[in-house]
């Protein structure tokens, strides 16, 4: 172990972003910990919590299993002489890992210093992507992703927020919610776990100790106020559980009230106020600022319009978004006058959002012509087509919209609808214009739609397809035919990947 840790080249790995050779080092410390459970010393700590970012990947996920790890043998590794906990490059700073830590554990840390290491643009991002499935347990099974970088892990955050609450502790409660940490606590009552949404209550209700403790302070009613808005709501639902459209809802409020000059500030006090209860079973507020009178009412429609965009994750939250009628509300308004292009490419963000719920799928193509709708808009755009950009991210949008729903949705009329679209579109000047990661959507709905109802793809549609596409191999196969070609050989990041694919399937 000594002569792993001395190595010329591991703190130069161990601290660096995450990657998987420093995933790889990471797993090897830990296979050393796991068999020879005594090596583990003091002096591996302030290393360990230096090389944690705390985001939601594998590299993470197996230094907090270590630090687990650590924590079980508290007795040898002091593990407790380094609280409150920092990590990342602020741990590094401060335990000076490159040299002897025994004076810098006199310099204990303070609150400011925990949540200063807070990203907004990170917070913001783990509000809209914190993955709801997630519970405090600590395991190498999690499934996660090695690349995301952009999203905060409750898992180790929950437990820092419940130390520097403690009753004992100096608390600047203006810090707790300007760094984003309340925003964190709050959206962990959207987790399917119980375990994470006790751990949330638990901190919500030491941060209102705090508040009740604080004397000075103008804006101490009106967080006293938030936490008993939150508390009083989330009381009246099953298992004191928020849908995602609440949470969210509830974290973006708590960011904003730090921000008395925001648009959105006094809409969302004054809802806090007026009312003794709020309701958080639907969209909160989702009439009131979809069709604002205010002078802001184009910012307080996008807040709404991007608090249904984000919240869409489960069938639970399509039943809420369905009894608040937030489909019908948001159709009218696409093809309404008062709507502009941002509102529109909203709407269809929603719609795109809608459609990797399977359930929502199939109830909107079944109940609400969702694709007939999405067809006459095609069918506008195309027939206004003025070489604009615009028209193009519109487009980019609907193609989107298209696969999820191809995926899910097996019904041979909307495939024919689908295919019909598709045929307008190649025939059209703005296919030419579509960018190469448009253009594979558009080849993948293709092959698709061919799997469902190769039917519809006559030899007239293929000639067309191959002319406006100009590429060499389909060219090559359909001349010579496809005997000897070996599908995997196919270069899959290829924009025409899919369309080879269709091509060699018809030769099949």
Known sequence: MEMFVSHSEFLDNVLGKNSDLKEEIMRLFLTFCQHWPD??????????FASYTAMVNRCDRVILLLLKMYESRADVTKFYDFKPFLWGKAAA?????????????????????????????????????????????????????????????????????SQLLAPEQQVQTYKFSRSGALSLTVVALSSQSTEVRHAACHILSRFRFHLEGRQTGKDNPLWIRYIDAVCKGTSVLPDFK???????????????????????????????????????????????????????????????????????RTEKDFSDFVRSMAFKLISELYVSCLSDSDTKLLILD????????????????????????????????????????????????ILQILLYVVKVYHEKSSAFLIFMMLEQLLSSELFGLLPKIDEKVFYEVMYLTYDKCPEFYSKSVIDKLLKN????????????GCKFVDIKTLNQDDPKYYLKLLVIKTLS
């Open 39 to 48: 090596i583990m010393e003091r002096s591996h700590l302030p290393v360990l």
């Open 93 to 161: 700073s401060h335990y000076s890992v490159r040299s002897n830590i025994e004076n810098a554990l006199w310099r204990q840390p303070k609150m400011s210093d925990v949540l200063d290491i807070l990203q907004e643009h990170v917070v913001r991002s783990t509000i809209i992507k914190y993955p709801f499935k997630d519970n405090l347990d600590i395991n190498m099974e999690d499934n996660v992703d090695q690349k995301d970088e952009d999203c905060y892990d409750l898992k180790f955050l929950l437990l820092i927020f």
């Open 242 to 312: 928020l849908n995602h459209f609440a949470a969210i809802y509830l974290a973006k409020m708590a960011m904003v009230l730090t921000q008395p000059t925001h648009v959105m500030y006094l809409p969302l006090s004054q809802h806090l106020t007026a009312k003794s209860s709020l309701d958080f079973s639907t969209v909160p507020e989702l009439y009131t600022f979809l069709h604002s009178p205010d002078v802001n009412f184009k910012e307080h429609r996008r807040f709404t319009l991007e608090l249904l965009r984000d919240g869409l």
């Open 350 to 397: 929603v719609f795109a959002s809608l459609c990797k719920i399977p359930l929502a799928v199939r109830v909107l193509c079944d109940h609400h012509s969702f694709i007939s709708q999405l067809t006459c808009d095609l069918e506008s755009i195309l027939s206004s087509f003025t070489k604009d950009n615009a028209e193009i991210v519109f487009i980019s949008k």
């Open 469 to 480: 596409s100009d590429d060499s191999f389909c060219k090559y196969v359909t001349e010579y």
